[in-house]
């Protein structure tokens, strides 16, 4: 197996994935077929760009039991791509009893040729209480070690699940557990029930809870994960792989979906996609055809629009704009917003992850932004940003007009009325307060992304983000004073007493408020009390 990756952002990559029947480009979805009822056609799926989908074992198993041997699972379905089988965990799930053992199951998926397969794992999804869940993860576990001498074949990729779902904690131990065992790929199931009640903050908890305690280089596959809204919150993540049958299921109950959400077909007057079902109907004309028709026709558009946003994903990656694709997605609904906002308390971790400099600027488009893993990042490297000996002097800059903030007009007119010696210069440390990076010294504003963004800086919270940093700053460091232009009484008071605790004295300058006048006078200012502190 060899799993190649090409290119990240936050946790999410562009990888190739080498298996038995060909390569599959990750992120990738894989749409679930149902061997006995083919809403779209497997060699429609094969046009539409997709290289590998995934199927019921236990389906194959009841239903075509002769034929998917004999010819193979591949033929069976009229697939040439990649097919992945899954065990039939969850119609266990549904029925609650299973009567096959994890012999049989891995047996049959070896004798039918599953290019990746998995191991016979307990739902913890259906549990009734976390006792139950945790029985069905140590039987998962339990299953998972005896799996490696059940095997006969060494040319199937196989799937290690991760349980406990929806106990975040539960999932940390089973992923910690199964991860040490030797498979090929990692999946995390269970998550079904969070997707269909919009919990996409407990989903973010669960996922992370999984990818933090999994092999950093194993793909990772995400069971059930419907709507194509969420595929970008999954790839950055971490998630490389997803199945959906949502384009089926929705189709059934006559349910259009778009990048946004969910409607009714009857509720339609236009068609806002160019797939070629759009193209040829309209909704009033798609109501006109027979019922098993408009079925198909449904989920054969619900099915573009869903491969179609894994090549926006593909596309942002390479970009190095996952986070932008997903502030934008987050908007589609409230409980998406939910689970970006509890992504960004992973903030500090994904930053490990992501690319430092990317190709474009970065954009800054609300309150969510600020917490982006670049600001993380920027916001850690602060703490421990060296400081000159000579230096015992921080001066606190408002924020200039424009960027680079060290050539801008205002630092220029400061400059002009400073006029101190280089020797009396070289004690001070400038920074810049940012609505977007909270504070940035004059020193490091060319370090990408400090000069590479664009964005509206009067973003909520700007103001306490920048005071949160500024009272980091000093803290972290040893100055002898702090000056401050007042900008604002209460955010002011918290600088104040960062200073008080670290001892260091603070003068608070009163500036006037046109621009030019304000800064000429900051300039005149710093000049007075660098005399005053050390004379000559
Ligand atoms: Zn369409």
Known sequence: MSFEVRERDLM????????????????????????????????????????????????????????????????????????????????????????????????????????????LDVPSGGAKNKVEAERAVRETLSNAEKSFSQRRRNDILWVGPVQGSPYPDMVKSCAAEIGKMPFDLYAIGSVVHLMESYSFDILVDVVMAAKQNL??????????????????????????????????????????????????????????????????????????????????????????????????????????????????????????????RRLCEYSPYIARFSPSVKKRAILFFGPESIRRPEVTLHLEKLKTLPKPDEVDVLVILPEPSSRPFYRSKERKILEGSLNIPESVKKKIQFVFKSGFFGLIPEEVEDVYPLSQHLGLSDIPYAKEHITTATCSFIESHDYKLVILPIEDNQEDAKIEEACRKKGV?????????????KWKKLGETIKEIMKSTCPG
């Open 12 to 119: 999410g990559k562009i990888g190739v994935l080498e298996t038995r029947s060909g390569r599959i480009t990750t992120p990738a979805l894989l749409p679930v077929i149902n061997p006995t009822r083919l809403v779209v056609s497997p060699s429609l799926i094969r046009k539409m760009n997709c290289e590998c989908i995934i199927t019921n074992a236990m389906i194959a198993l009841k239903r075509l039991p002769d034929e998917a041997k004999l010819k193979g699972i591949h033929e069976a379905i009229g697939f040439d791509g990649v097919v992945m089988t899954d065990s039939g965990a969850y119609q266990f799930m549904i029925y609650g009893k299973l009567d096959v053992s994890q012999e049989d199951i891995i047996r049959f998926q070896e004798e039918i040729g599953s290019d990746i397969a998995v191991i």
């Open 215 to 340: 092999p950093l280089e194993k793909p990772v596959h995400l069971f059930g994960a419907g709507h194509p809204m969420m595929f970008s919150l999954a790839v950055a993540m971490g998630v490389d792989m997803f199945d959906s049958a949502a384009y089926a299921l929705y189709a059934r109950d006559e349910r259009y979906m778009t990048l946004h959400g969910t409607q009714n077909l009857s509720e339609l007057k236009y068609f806002p996609c160019s797939c070629p079902v759009c193209l040829e109907y309209t909704p009033q004309e798609l109501l006109k055809e027979p019922k098993e028709e408009r079925e198909k026709k449904l989920a054969t558009h619900n099915l573009y629009v869903s491969l179609s946003e894994v090549q926006a994903i593909r596309q942002a990656i390479t970009d190095g704009r996952l986070w932008e694709l997903l502030e934008t997605r987050s908007r589609s609904h409230p409980s998406l917003l939910k689970g970006l």
């Open 505 to 517: 004295k603070l003068v608070k300058i009163q500036l006037p408020g046109k621009m030019k006048r």
